[in-house]
């Protein structure tokens, strides 16, 4: 299957008809372009699990608050279709914003994201995964696929995405992929396009930090999110929080495998970033 861009519904439709028709398993990655090696490897785990890989391209705006970056998101469309035709893509869903919404923006139905949706990225920004929780759900339903992969990297859209599936009982598999870095550790993200070669180098006070945090997991969740705090406060970012929860995000009850997550500013650039810590025996691991 050579690789088709569907632009409307009725177009993916005709797209995705003989996979239906022939029950092969379709395999959905949600982005919104600029599309980098932490894209690329959510398409090949999707290639690896799915025999038709759908790749969305949308730019969703109601995920973005007034103020923050929806006009700047970096747009590099021809270059996406290029690499989605390399890494073996089927089927580019590149919809307009009237096509996911039909109705406008504003005043229609959307999901609610429920009392996770508040925390930690939710509390610096408290409609954002209203509108991704939003814009997924309509995606599966245009898709339609038997699931659909999302990187650790939000690891809170992830941990959200699959909520959302398991609690509006969607009956599609929700499949996280690790996270892939730069050489020198820094999370890949397309907001990394924002850094100048100064911040750049500040920006690895994130990845430094979780680091750090995971070196202190054989003394539990409190040493870690110290040892974390400690290294990023003394970087050159302005930390929005650090966090250790268990892997749905709640409080650690004690030890095992947990979650050490970080959110800091870079100049006027804020990202995010994560990793999986295994708490109080003394064994760890990064991703
Ligand atoms: P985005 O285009 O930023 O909305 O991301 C689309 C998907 O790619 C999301 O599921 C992200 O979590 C995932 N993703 C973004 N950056 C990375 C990365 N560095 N490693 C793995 N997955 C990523």
Same mark, same amino acid.
């Given at each position: 299957m050579s690789l088709t861009v569907a632009r409307t519904a009725e177009e993916l439709r005709t797209a995705l008809c003989s996979a239906r028709e022939t029950r092969r398993r379709i395999g959905l990655v949600p982005t919104m372009g600029a599309l980098h090696d932490g894209h690329r490897r959510l398409m090949r785990t999707t290639r690896d699990r799915t025999d038709v890989v759908v790749v969305s391209i949308f730019v969703n705006p109601t995920q973005f608050a007034a103020g923050e970056d929806f006009g700047a998101y970096p747009r590099t469309f021809g270059a996406d279709l290029d690499g989605c035709e390399t890494a073996g893509v089927d089927v580019v869903f590149a919809p307009d914003v009237a096509t996911m919404y039909p109705e406008g923006t504003d005043g229609g139905v959307v999901i609610d994201p429920g009392? &996770? $949706?508040?925390? &930690?990225?939710g509390a610096s920004r408290p409609t954002h995964f209203q509108g991704v929780l939003t814009v997924v759900a309509k995606l599966l339903h245009l898709v339609g696929p038997d699931a659909a992969f999302f990187g650790e990297k939000d690891y809170q859209q992830l941990v959200l995405v699959r909520r959302m599936a398991r609690d509006l009982c969607m009956g599609v598999e929700v499949v996280g992929v690790p996270i892939v870095r730069e050489p020198d550790g820094l999370a890949m993200s397309?907001?990394?396009?924002? &850094?100048s070669a100064t911040e750049r180098a500040d920006a690895l006070t994130l990845s430094r930090a979780l680091a750090a945090g995971v070196g202190a997991a054989g003394d539990g969740a409190a040493a870690v999110r110290a040892a974390a705090e400690e290294a990023a406060v003394t970087g050159p970012v302005e930390v929005d929080y650090v966090a250790v929860t268990d892997l749905? &995000?709640? *409080? *650690?009850? !004690? $030890? !095992?495998d947990a979650r050490l997550l970080i959110a800091a500013r870079v100049g006027t650039t804020r990202l995010i970033d994560n990793t999986a810590v295994r708490l109080g025996d003394g064994a760890t691991t990064r991703s």
């Open positions: 009392s &996770l $949706g508040t925390v &930690l990225e397309s907001r990394n396009h924002y &850094l749905d &995000l709640a *409080p *650690p009850s !004690g $030890g !095992g």
